[in-house]
C-alpha cells in the first residue's frame, strides 16, 4: 500500500518560512512527477509548485521567487521551501505523484500552514 507522510506544516508569522517535507513508498520514486498542491477553506485545490523526473521545475504565479521545490530520490522525499510567507498563503497543503502514461495518482494526506499574526 503506498504511503505518503508529510510533515513541516504549522503557524507561521507573515514573512516567516516554513519547508515541508514527503515521505512517500512509490517505487521507483525517480520515475514520478511530484508535485504540491494547497487547498484554501472554500476554495479549490490549486497547484503550488511541481517538479519532473528530469528535475524540471514549475510554480504558480502567486508563489513564485518565494517558494522552491526540490526532490531527493534516495530519500523518496518531495520538498517545499516556502519564504516570504503571507496570509494568503494559508491552506492545506497536499504532496501529490504520478507517472507518465498512466491514470493513477498519489495524493498525500495534507498538512495545514497557517500564516498568521
Known amino acids: 500500500q503506498v504511503q505518503f507522510v508529510e510533515s513541516g506544516g504549522g503557524l507561521v508569522h507573515p514573512g516567516g518560512s516554513l519547508s515541508l517535507s514527503c515521505a512517500a513508498s512509490i517505487l521507483p520514486f525517480r520515475i514520478y512527477a511530484l508535485a504540491w498542491y494547497r487547498q484554501a477553506p472554500g476554495k479549490q485545490r490549486v497547484l503550488v509548485a511541481g517538479i519532473g523526473s528530469g528535475g524540471s521545475t514549475n510554480y504558480a504565479d502567486s508563489v513564485k521567487g518565494r517558494v522552491t521545490i526540490s526532490r531527493d530520490n534516495a530519500k523518496n522525499t518531495v520538498y517545499l521551501q516556502m519564504n516570504s510567507l503571507k496570509p494568503e498563503d494559508t491552506a492545506v497543503y497536499y504532496c501529490?505523484?504520478?507517472?507518465?502514461?498512466?491514470?493513477?495518482?498519489?495524493w498525500g494526506q495534507g498538512t495545514q500552514v497557517t500564516v498568521s499574526s
Open positions: 501529490y505523484a504520478d507517472l507518465q502514461g498512466s491514470p493513477v495518482v498519489y
